[in-house]
């Protein structure tokens, strides 16, 4: 068992930029795929980014490629997401999870995943 814990949020000006945490216990995630995903009010649950088990992968969803970027510290156990250029679009509760899953490189769906965090809120002005 994992047990994932986001933190970072907050209330940021469009243009602005944030980097979301996600500190894990219970096991190291140095060797397990992890995902970010967010979910705006009266919308599902969307990819953001992964992030190989391996660690030497990641992909980003398109609506955020090119101003996000997941990585991994194995020393502190933790996943962030470093969010640049932020839209008001972009509000949303983010969350990290995490899959022991290896047969594929990326998991891109919430089913895919097993453990999940609280999320944490990120509210972009205009």
């Known amino acids: 068992q994992v047990q994932l814990v986001e933190s970072g949020g907050g209330l940021v000006q469009a243009g602005g930029s944030l980097r979301l945490s996600c500190a894990a216990s219970g096991r190291t995630i140095s060797n397990i795929a992890m995902g970010w995903f967010r979910q705006a009010p009266g919308k599902e649950r969307e990819f953001v980014a992964a992030?190989?088990?391996?660690?030497?992968?990641?992909i980003h969803a398109d609506l955020v490629k090119g101003r996000s970027t997941i990585s991994r510290d194995n020393a502190k156990n933790t996943v962030y997401l470093q969010m640049n250029s932020l839209k008001p679009e972009d509000t949303a509760v983010y969350y990290c999870?995490?899959?022991?899953?290896?047969?594929?490189?990326?998991?891109?769906?919430?089913?895919?995943?097993?453990?999940w965090g609280q999320g944490t809120h990120v509210t972009v002005s205009s």
């Open positions: 992030i190989s088990w391996s660690g030497f992968g990641t």
């Open positions: 999870a995490a899959t022991f899953s290896r047969y594929r490189t990326y998991y891109l769906r919430t089913h895919e995943y097993d453990y």
